[in-house]
């Protein structure tokens, strides 16, 4: 019985040396960086560091695709976004069809909800009209 014992001792004891030893070998961190949530970060300069945000939504004719770059262009009055489109970006129509980046095409009307990362607008949801 007492051999049981201690070989159950053994077993359990030689994981958490080698993962004693394993935590040790990993320097630790300790910066903190606090930051406001309704600012960008103190290193914002770096594109990997901007926010994304809401850019509201638009409408508009489709004035160019580029199917290669999935990037489209809309006219809204005077002024012309270009659109990233994404595969994790929706799109309806109104006959409820799966819909993709090939079924916009020049000259149609278009509805558009946008998020924005620095200048890049980005097509979460697309309405085919």
Do not use: W
């Not at 040396?17 to 040790?24: E, I, K, P, V």
């Not at 630790?28 to 990997?48: E, I, W």
């Not at 990037?71 to 819909?99: A, M, W």
């Amino acid at each position: 019985m007492l051999r049981m014992v201690i070989a159950l001792v053994c077993l359990v004891a030689s994981p958490l040396a080698a993962l004693s030893q394993t935590a040790a070998s990993v320097p630790a961190t300790s910066a903190v960086v606090a930051v406001d949530p309704g600012q960008d970060p103190p290193d914002a300069a770096d594109k990997s560091q901007v926010r994304t945000k809401d850019a509201g939504s638009i409408e508009g004719d489709v004035v160019s695709v580029d199917y290669r770059t999935s990037h489209f262009s809309v006219k809204v009055g005077t002024t012309t976004y270009d659109i990233v489109v994404l595969p994790s970006t929706d799109f309806e129509s109104k006959n409820n069809t799966f819909q993709g980046i090939t079924d916009i095409k020049k000259g149609a009307h278009v509805s558009v909800m946008l998020s924005q990362r620095a200048a890049t607008y980005v097509a979460q949801i697309i309405h085919l009209r």
